[in-house]
């Protein structure tokens, strides 16, 4: 019988551009919603606020994303331009660079010779890639992927509080949304942890503990700016 193995380990990247793109959707926009709402204002003005603070928040998240992730994949192919030059200079030098790698993770001099010979004999830059500079499928830069990634799940995280905040009656909106948005991100704690293979009980502790701190300090400057007013 065939030996399976489930791994979750290739779904790093775009895994963290949705949890984290969700998160932050639902977070800040309940957040913002609370703040305003606590500063007593019209209903009105506390949608108005929540749909800004959605695209603004959507937008940003993207570009974040997109810059960060695109610099990471320059110096991915920075390093792999640099290493493919020194491949070409001094092809026995590199091979014994990784047979040196391999004898480091602990395989016997002879036999890290051999395999250092026949992986680049294989392919030489890929095997440098991985084993030297430690680029792989599963970790490459994918800017593009990061940052629609996390516009949509922005979106979607902050779609929540502005339903909510849209249905609930004014004179509790805040403790609604508050309410709303922590069971939001018990759930959001749950999938991400179900499907990175983390465990449960600490990723809904830690994502329920920033978002109340969150709430609980925009609500008590959205009052006391209110208050002031």
């Known amino acids: 019988m065939a030996h399976r193995e489930t791994h979750r380990v290739d779904r790093i ?10 998160n932050d959707g639902l977070v800040s926009t309940a957040s913002l919603v609370v703040g305003v709402a606590a500063a007593a204002a019209d209903h009105g003005s506390i949608l108005v606020a929540g749909v800004a603070g959605l695209a603004a928040g959507a937008m940003s ?8 992730v695109s610099s990471q994949s320059d110096t991915e192919k920075a390093d792999l331009a640099r290493e493919a030059s020194e491949l070409a200079g001094d092809h026995d030098a590199e091979m014994r660079e990784l047979a040196g790698i391999y004898v480091g993770r602990g395989v016997a001099p002879n036999l ?6 026949q992986m680049m004999a294989h392919d030489a830059l890929g095997a440098h890639a991985r084993d030297e500079l430690g680029i792989s499928e599963i970790t490459t830069a994918r800017p593009i992927q990061a940052a629609l990634t996390s516009a949509v799940t922005f979106s979607a995280g902050a779609a929540l509080p502005l339903i909510v905040a849209a249905v609930a009656p004014l004179a509790g909106l805040a403790l609604w949304v508050a309410g709303s948005a922590l069971i939001g991100l018990v759930v959001l704690g749950v999938l991400g942890a179900r499907t990175g293979g983390a465990p449960i009980g600490r990723s809904v502790v830690r994502v329920a503990f920033w978002g109340a701190l969150a709430m ?3 609500a008590g400057v959205g009052r006391l700016f209110g208050v002031a007013a």
Do not use: C, N, P, Q
């Open 13 to 22: 990247g775009w895994l963290r551009a949705a949890v984290l793109g969700a």
């Open 61 to 68: 998240m993207a570009a974040g994303e997109y810059v960060s």
């Open 112 to 117: 890290a010779a051999e395999v250092a010979r």
């Open 216 to 218: 609980a300090i925009t």
